[in-house]
């Protein structure tokens, strides 16, 4: 248990549904991440959201759309996917200091495009 | 900019053997470095890090990292395989502050018994 939890664990969705992936931290951090993961390739980081502003969008397509309505929760809003979006997504929280620390990460979204 | 390579996409050792995985960076700050695993079905979970204090960085499950800033590598090891360490391992470099993490490509460890 790494205090990130994601649900839900398995979501299949066709091209036209909507649907949302969520994501809760317990640590009391001040910043949250998706990241997505995909076969073969590293890990893309897609958003990054501290106190609650999103700082970074790494030119992820608009049928992704982020919220973050406070520091515990993030949510990731899905429309009119494609069946190459299919893959882990991964949701990570850490405290933004001057020093460096480690993120810490849910146990992801497999999600499956039809 | 700062980017990772792990120089093998997979590597096997026998049950009780050594085990190392290779690991490059680039950075142009003062790197923060990490080593994650990743089992089956599973998220990230922090094996150990570097933040420019000891060079020799201990973690859980017995593995460890050294940071050699004239190599620029930061690899990790581990002084006897056990089966449940076949996962895969993700190096990972953040620049001061740490607003951006990137990750290498990672490598998977197979456990022979």
């Known amino acids: 248990e790494t205090g990130v939890t994601q649900t839900p664990r398995h979501l299949v969705m066709g091209m036209t549904n909507k649907k949302s992936l969520k994501c809760e931290q317990h640590?009391?951090?001040?910043?949250m991440y998706w990241y997505k993961q995909s076969a073969k390739k590293p890990l893309e980081l897609m958003f990054v959201?501290?106190?609650?502003?999103?700082?970074e969008n790494n030119s992820v397509p608009s049928r992704f759309s982020p919220e973050c309505p406070n520091s515990s929760h993030l949510f990731l809003h899905l429309h009119t996917l494609q069946p190459e979006d299919s893959a882990l997504y991964l949701c990570?929280?850490?405290?933004?200091?001057?020093?460096?620390?480690?993120?810490?990460f849910g146990q992801g979204t497999r999600l499956t495009v039809v | 900019a700062q980017s990772v390579t792990q120089l093998d996409s997979h590597v096997s050792v026998s049950e009780g053997t050594p085990v190392l995985l290779r690991c490059n960076y680039s950075?142009?700050?003062?790197?923060?470095l990490f080593w994650y695993v990743q089992h089956p079905n599973k998220g990230l979970q922090l094996l150990l890090k570097?933040?420019?204090?000891?060079?020799l960085v201990k973690g859980i499950n017995g593995f460890e990292a050294e940071f050699k800033k004239s190599e620029t590598s930061f690899h990790l090891t581990k002084p006897s395989a056990h089966m449940s360490d076949a996962a895969e391992y993700f190096c990972?470099?953040?620049?001061?502050?740490?607003?951006?993490?990137?990750f290498g490509t990672g490598t998977r460890l197979t456990i022979i018994p």
């Open positions: 990570a929280s850490s405290q933004r200091t001057a020093m460096n620390t480690e993120a810490f």
């Open positions: 640590l009391g951090h001040n910043a």
């Open positions: 959201y501290s106190l609650e502003e999103r700082v």
């Open positions: 950075s142009s700050y003062s790197p923060s």
């Open positions: 570097y933040t420019s204090a000891a060079t």
């Open positions: 990972v470099v953040g620049d001061f502050g740490n607003e951006k993490l990137t």
